[in-house]
């Protein structure tokens, strides 16, 4: 069965740092875009990053870049979120969500971006991250 997990959410202070894990199963991750998204109460979802299968070139949403570093490991088929400098305005529900290229001719990519949220076929149940002194 094709799935992904989140976990690694919790409380960390202003400035912190906190790592996302995102372990896949019925399905070798290299293969395949792994995206990050999160949503905040009241917000609409917001992409946060993309990791290629192909290449493992990454690419993250403006609110992130220098902050945020995706990171896949293949052996044990996990893609990691690293979050630094952690701010209030972090706070959310991040979810992992994996592009199998489905309805699109060239396949699974990150197409130089982090995608829309449509791109995606399935998503973790999210973990809550939560940014508060």
């Known amino acids: 069965q094709v799935q992904v997990v989140e976990s690694g959410g919790g409380l960390v202070q202003p400035g912190g740092s906190l790592r996302l894990s995102c372990a896949a199963s019925?399905?070798?991750?290299?293969?395949?875009?792994i995206g990050w998204f999160r949503q905040a109460p009241g917000k609409e979802r917001e992409g946060v990053s993309c990791?290629?299968?192909?290449?493992?070139?990454?690419y993250y949403a403006d609110s992130v870049k220098g902050r945020f570093t995706v990171s896949r490991d293949n052996l044990k088929n996990t893609v990691y979120l690293q979050m630094t400098d952690l701010t209030p305005e972090d706070t959310a529900v991040y979810y992992c969500?994996?592009?199998?290229?489905?309805?699109?001719?060239?396949?699974?990519?990150?197409?130089?971006?982090?995608?829309?949220?449509?791109?995606?076929?399935?998503w973790g149940q999210g973990t809550q991250v939560t940014v508060s002194s």
């Open positions: 990791i290629d299968g192909s290449d493992g070139t990454s």
């Open positions: 019925g399905f070798t991750m290299d293969y395949y875009a």
């Open positions: 969500a994996l592009d199998l290229g489905y309805g699109r001719s060239y396949g699974s990519s990150c197409h130089s971006g982090v995608q829309d949220s449509y791109e995606y076929d399935y």
